[in-house]
């Protein structure tokens, strides 16, 4: 069977290999402690489940529902970016709920790309915003997200040829996988430079409401004439722990979500009903478990932080998002780092290459591990490093 090129073409997802080779491992009976995707590892919080199980029993949720989700859904939505942050959104034409933020974040591509078009893309960045644009014909631009730019792509440096080219820009803030987080003056300036050279923004924000010590990440929605210029994607994936649930919404720009929604209804007969009602409980009830999986979480990265920094790998102390940004020891590759410490130590670790060139030197690390496992991961990490010292090879 011959598939099409444009399969032919395409990565393996970097997930789907890690699983593959930890699946091999334990396979083999080894143990394996994992720091790899960011699936919160805390169940979804009961209420929720108690809507969803009970949705389920109506037999009126057990038919096709409507592309574009159930009315009660996007009100939930548009009330909770208002009581949020202070945004109002017509439920109608301004908000989309999506089967998770990633299916809409890839279809996104196939309304705004037409082929040889270009998207700037954050570097290192959520690799389906480059595989999206892709897929539909397009080109990435790449714009280096580092240290010197506090993760923040540097607008003013794209060439004047690539920013009249491009047609979109892709902005994920607080950001996977650095952890950075951009204030609403980043917002305001990339609103201003796709005013100026006629680009459509789609933000990523699955991580807003993931954030420690008290802070409060800003929506791009809060800039000013943000609805103009783009969208928001977000999920409550990560704010719930609802990642198997697949649900996820997109506001703003009634555009482009009519055209988002022109498309999805042509492949997508909509979320199940049962889940729809299940993320309507989850806006609008009760709100206490957010602050109950940060300070979970924040305690995490403080011993995680602490841990690699003693060890060598210097990280910084995120102030949002589900993980942690470390630089691999000196004399590896990130992908020679992840991998050696897979085989040697049974820690998965993601390549801080696998999104993007921009990512080498780096490795980024979940804080959706259960707390024992995560001080064993770092103990087994520190063992790694005692051994590659003892024998005096590669580490500094
Ligand atoms: C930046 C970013 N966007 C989107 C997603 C996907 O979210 P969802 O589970 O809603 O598809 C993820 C998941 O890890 C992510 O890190």
Known sequence: MKVARRVEK?????????????AEKKAKGEEVISFGIGDP??????????RLCQAAQDPVNHRYPESDGLPELRRAIADWYQKRFGVAFNPDTEVLPLIGAKEGIAHIAFCLIDPGDTA??????YPVYSIGTMLAGGRPYYLALNEKNSYLPDLRSIPQHIARSARLLW?????NPTGAVAELDFFQRAVEFARQYGIAVCHDGPYTEVAFDGYQPVSFMQAEGAREVGVEFHSLSKSYNMTGWRIGMVVGNPVMIDALKRLK??????????????????????????PEHNALYQRRRDLMVEGLNKIGLQAGLP???LYVWARVPEGYTSVEFTTDLLEQV???VTPGTGYGRHGEGYTRLSLTIPDVSL????SKLAGWRNKKLATSLKFS
């Open 120 to 125: 700037l893309v954050p570097d290192p960045g």
């Open 346 to 348: 049974g820690v998965v």
């Open 41 to 50: 590892d805390i169940p979804t919080p009961p209420h929720i489940i108690s």
């Open 10 to 22: 395409l990565p393996p997802y970097l997930f789907v290999e890690i699983s593959r080779k930890i």
């Open 319 to 321: 102030k949002a998002s």
């Open 375 to 378: 001080v064993k991961g770092l």
């Open 265 to 290: 209804s042509n492949l997508d007969s909509g979320i199940p009903q049962a889940i729809q009602y299940a993320a309507i409980e989850a806006l609008s009830g009760p709100q206490d478990c957010i």
């Open 171 to 175: 902005l994920n803030y607080p950001n």
